[in-house]
């Protein structure tokens, strides 16, 4: 059976790019976050161990696909192409997309200023899909987000698209960038499972569920995000 993942009966994989604080990230060692909190759960409830394997951004869905893992967790958005290579669950998280510049910046004030500038993205999200289909924009794509606030600093690029809660993390600290406070593209977050696996999808809509009925999706928020 092709949906059946391939690893060991008492294990369960998560497939992530644990750069996306506080979705997953690294702490020493380990790999946390608002996902691997979730991803936890789904584990408790087959009763098994989970294990996470930490890969690039644009490498998640052939990896989903290769049965290098049974589900991504990644802040993934889900989005209509790429439901037409994995199955999506329920939304289990509502985020947008925001826009960075240098704090003194004037000259950017909304998306229709990007025209013309510079923009650096992570490679292969949604920010990327939506600055490299804007027509005018020199797209720098680079591994991580992190990367792409450094660019912005040292004055790289002129501003940088990602999403609004790894946003507030990454410049958290710094006083020579800033969010605009812009109306943008609204997305939300779900697991993706190999298609047809619909064993581990009808699990992990489960698991959201009882995670929102039972308070513990409130107690991980707060965890993460503060109040
Ligand atoms: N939400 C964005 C996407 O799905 C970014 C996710 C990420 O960088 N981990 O493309």
Known sequence: ???????SDNVIVMGTNAE?????????LDI??????I????ANKLGKE?????MAFDSLIMGLNNDKMDFIAAGMTATEERAQQVDFSDSYFKSKQVIIVKADNTAIASADDLVGKSVGVQLGTTGDLFVSGTEGVTVVQVKKGTQAV??????KVDAVVIDEEPAKKMIA???????????FIEEEYAIAVKKGNTELLNTINETIEELKANGEYDKIYEQFFGK
């Open 173 to 183: 600290g710094k006083t020579d960038v800033k969010i605009l406070e812009v109306p």
């Open 39 to 42: 991803a936890k759960a789904v």
């Open 20 to 28: 996306f604080e506080p979705f997953e990230y690294r702490d020493g």
């Open 150 to 155: 450094m660019d912005l600093q040292n004055g």
């Open 1 to 7: 059976n092709s949906t059946e993942p391939t690893n």
């Open 50 to 54: 989970l294990k996470i394997e930490d």
């Open 32 to 37: 946390v976050g608002f996902d691997v909190e």
